[in-house]
């Protein structure tokens, strides 16, 4: 007898948080990052009743408008907060370590940015995948 095990049904953005998201990329491209700020504010009220695919496009976006605005902290903690989405995709966690290893060197944090930085190693150095972004995780530990 054999157990029915249908796959996983792959998460889909509902309508209102595409809705929101498709706001939040207009106000981008148009430089209005403070009011994209808003914008997701208001849909991160809602942040644990969102889906994996949902968390982790906002919180993109998040990364996104910090970046640009500079505030190094706060994108630190919004990167931090992306590593616990569950279910979080290979390429976005190695970019993730990576952007927090980055922002922890730029704030001064050479521990921090090197743990990240060596998490990555032990998660991606051996996939071939990842031959590439390698190289650039030893320059960043090298110039720690």
Known sequence: MSENTEPEETPRMSQATFSVTQQVQELQLNGE???????????????EQL?????????????NALIQLK?????????????????????????TLIALGQLHSRENE???????????????????????QQARVEELLSEL
């Not at 990052?33 to 942040?47: D, K």
């Not at 889906?51 to 990364?63: A, G």
């Open 33 to 47: 990052w403070l009011a994209s700020l808003e914008a997701m504010n208001r849909l991160y009220n809602n942040f």
């Open 71 to 95: 505030m190094w902290q706060e994108a630190i903690s919004v990167f931090t907060l992306m590593l616990t989405v569950p279910d979080l995709r290979s390429d976005l966690n190695a970019r």
């Open 110 to 132: 050479p521990e921090a940015a090197r743990a990240y930085l060596e998490e990555w190693l032990i998660m991606h150095g051996d996939q071939p995948e990842y031959a590439d």
């Open 51 to 63: 889906n994996s695919l949902e968390q982790v496009t906002l919180l993109n976006f998040y990364t």
